[in-house]
């Protein structure tokens, strides 16, 4: 899931999800609240934020708004619940929460169909049988791979939910 946001005044004021890590800023999976932010005239944007956890206060320059949006996301389920997780579980469920068909999925399910034609093609000599089995395990590929997007969205989002509720209300979930 990726957010695009039309100027950096919009950013102010909010809390963000370190995604990239950076030298001299603060580490990916880190909570950051946006301070203050300008708007150069060559287009460049520089922002003042603090860490939430630390206090610490940081300057960050950014070449343009796509590239401040790539280093930083805003995530509310995180930042309300960020004091009851750890940094590797916020960068997990980042990483997971980020992926999209296309950029994740796609190429995989590409390698896969590539690998069941083939197989389909030289491993069976009647005509009819590589399109049938060829066409079947292509569809089973296409539904496993939608089928695991969900699965792996759900699995993090109820481990999440699971970590939050045994340490502030002492609820377990499975």
């Not at 890590?21 to 909570?31: D, V």
């Not at 708007?39 to 320059?61: A, H, L, M």
């Not at 590539?114 to 079947?136: D, R």
Request: charged residues 20%.
């Amino acid at each position: 899931m990726a957010l695009y946001i039309y100027s950096i005044d919009e950013a102010v004021d909010r809390k963000f999800v370190v995604t990239k890590s950076m030298s001299g800023q603060a580490q990916a999976g880190t909570l950051v609240h946006i301070m203050d932010s300008e708007e150069k005239p060559d287009g460049s944007i520089s922002v003042s934020y603090r860490v939430t956890e630390t206090g610490q206060n940081f300057n960050c320059d950014f070449a343009n708004l796509k590239v401040f949006c790539k280093w930083a996301r805003p995530d509310t389920f995180i930042a309300r619940h960020y004091e009851n997780l750890e940094q590797k579980d916020v960068l997990s469920y980042v990483r997971i929460m980020g992926r999209t068909f296309v950029s994740f999925y796609l190429p995989i399910l590409i390698a896969v169909l590539a690998l069941i034609w083939i197989i389909a093609i030289f491993a069976i000599s009647n005509i009819v049988a590589k399109i049938v089995v060829g066409v079947v395990l292509s569809a089973g590929a296409v539904a496993g791979s939608i089928f695991l997007e969900k699965f792996q969205k759900k699995r993090i989002s109820m481990n999440m939910y699971s970590k939050i509720s045994t340490n502030s209300w002492g609820v377990v979930i499975k």
